[in-house]
Nanobody
Framework: QVQLVESGGGLVQPGGSLRLSCAAS????????IGWFRQAPGKEREGVSC????????YETDSVRGRFTISTDNAKNTVYLQMSSLEPEDTGVYFC?????????????????WGQGTQVTVSS
């Protein structure tokens, strides 16, 4: 049984940084694609970044490229999303999710397991 637990969210000022964590159990990270998604109030959930060993790289949506970095710690079976230069538009609930294999087009419907989410609020 796959379980994903996000943590690290909080309130941060514009221009600040946060690191989100996604602790995974029931899977081996190298076998799965790990996606980060977010949902702002009143908006649809959107993809932020995706990484898989199969792809050998990470993908980011245009709005976060150069500011957000996804990384993994296989020893801890944990995926991180390092967020810097945060903007109010980055506010939302952030979710991690997994799917076997590669990121593919990293559409929401592709991902089979989801965490409960962690709130990120960027405000002065």
């Amino acid at each position: 049984q796959v379980q994903l637990v996000e943590s690290g969210g909080g309130l941060v000022q514009p221009g600040g940084s946060l690191r989100l964590s996604c602790a995974a159990s029931g899977i081996t990270l190298d076998d799965y694609a790990i996606g980060w998604f977010r949902q702002a109030p009143g908006k649809e959930r959107e993809g932020v970044s995706c990484w898989s060993r199969s792809d050998g790289r990470a993908y980011e949506t245009d709005s976060v490229r150069g500011r957000f970095t996804i990384s993994t710690d296989n020893a801890k079976n944990t995926v991180y999303l390092q967020m810097s230069s945060l903007e109010p538009e980055d506010t939302g609930v952030y979710f991690c999710a997994t799917v076997w294999g590669s990121c593919r087009a990293w559409e929401l419907v592709d991902f089979t397991s989801w965490g409960q989410g962690t709130q990120v609020t960027v405000s002065s």
